[in-house]
């Protein structure tokens, strides 16, 4: 038996020889290339960091020749460095990210600065004003300042004074007089005082009897709702407590309770019923309301003249009466009363059956505390 003789083709051998030089170039030429990427991402961050050196000099020389020319503080410098090493190190971090490889869809964890929630600093409460009750010094001064507006009508009567306007003389302080005008006094209280300012106090002596005059108890509401005190002697509330003045009476929880009309000054005589009120103790102590004159008596009977009327206290009113004509009633025959906090002084009686030297007295101590409680807390 013949022994067995693998025979190849010339062709055949050469197909194979070919074929394993292929796949050696092309082996030769992957490793290569993947030699070369790695040397230009390497090259590329080296190139990086170069420039990112050479901006450091660059900016280092610049900012030590304005450091020695006093142009740039040192704190500055120094801030500017830190400025710099940190974008130094933030470019030299994503110049490395991007000359490494990364995986398709791969995500880049990066740590997160966490910012605290800024708390906005507690409110300070802001202080709270204690009322503070000014001296009688420094009430006397005010005093001599404010804006005093005063109606009387009895300027017609030149055979008498005028108790309000000698009382504001005496006191030394300045007013505006409207005497009997009432067309001055509606103006004036539609404005403010001569120097802009809003009246301290308006008085509204109402005691002549030519007739009743209803629109003053409108007057002092439209006062007192502007800030100002008001003192009001009316004697016409027997003619006005169901229409014009119900509005002024309701406010202070008073009632009409009488009229006192043609009396005798010998039956004339009035109580203090609070003793210890400032009103009837401020500037002037020891009051007299029983110190009574003839001026609005008629012995003849030719006249029978209405010298005022009587008050009384709606149920739960917190207002005061402090003069009456029976001792033991302080809830009831009331003809000085007092209310909105002292702001509002209402006489029912015609000062001018009390003799000039014990009215004047009386209205003093009615400026003094009307002022009082306009300028106190």
């Known amino acids: 038996m013949r022994p067995m003789i693998l025979r190849f083709s010339s062709m055949n051998f050469r197909r194979i020889v070919f074929q394993l030089f292929l796949y050696g170039v092309v082996f030769g030429f992957g490793t290569a290339g993947c030699n070369l990427q790695q040397l230009n991402l390497s090259q590329s961050a080296r190139l990086t960091e170069v420039r990112a050196t050479e901006l450091q000099l660059h900016v280092e020389q610049t900012l030590v020749a304005l450091q020695s020319t006093q142009q740039v503080p040192e704190l500055t410098l120094q801030a500017q460095r830190a400025t710099l090493q940190a974008q130094q190190a933030q470019g030299t971090r994503a110049a490395l990210i991007t000359a490494t490889p990364q995986a398709p869809n791969a995500e880049l964890t990066q740590s997160a600065e966490q910012t605290l929630p800024t708390q906005a600093a507690p409110e300070t409460p802001s202080p709270v004003e204690t009322p503070i009750a000014l001296d009688p010094q420094a009430l006397q001064e005010r005093m001599k300042s404010a804006n005093i507006l005063l109606y009387e009508d009895m300027v017609a009567h030149t055979d008498t004074k005028r108790y309000a306007k000698e009382a504001l003389l ?97 039956q004339m005589a009035l109580y203090v019923l609070d003793a210890n009120d400032p009103i009837l103790n401020q500037p002037n102590p020891k009051l007299s309301f029983t110190a009574n004159s003839n001026y609005w008596w008629d012995p003849n009977g030719r006249r029978s003249y209405d010298t005022g009327d009587l008050l009384k206290l709606a149920p739960g009113s917190s207002t005061r009466l402090l003069v009456g004509t029976q001792a033991q009633a302080t809830t009831s025959h009331g003809v000085l009363a007092v209310c909105e906090g002292g702001r509002l002084i209402l006489q029912t009686f015609s000062s001018h059956t009390l003799t000039f030297d014990a009215g004047k007295l009386i209205w003093e101590n009615y400026i003094y505390n009307a002022l009082r409680k306009r300028f106190e807390p």
């Open 170 to 266: 005496h006191m030394g302080l300045p007013f505006k007089d409207d005497g009997n005008a009432k067309g001055w006094l509606a103006d004036d209280l539609e404005k403010n005082a001569p120097n802009g300012k809003a009246w301290d106090l308006v008085i509204l002596a109402v005691e002549d009897k030519v007739g009743a005059q209803g629109e003053f108890f409108n007057y002092a509401l439209q006062a007192l709702d502007k800030g100002a005190s008001v003192i009001l002697e009316v004697w016409f509330l027997d003619q006005t407590y169901g229409g014009s003045a119900s509005q002024l009476l309701d406010r202070c929880g008073l009632v009409y309770h009488g009229d006192r009309k043609k009396i005798p000054p010998a």
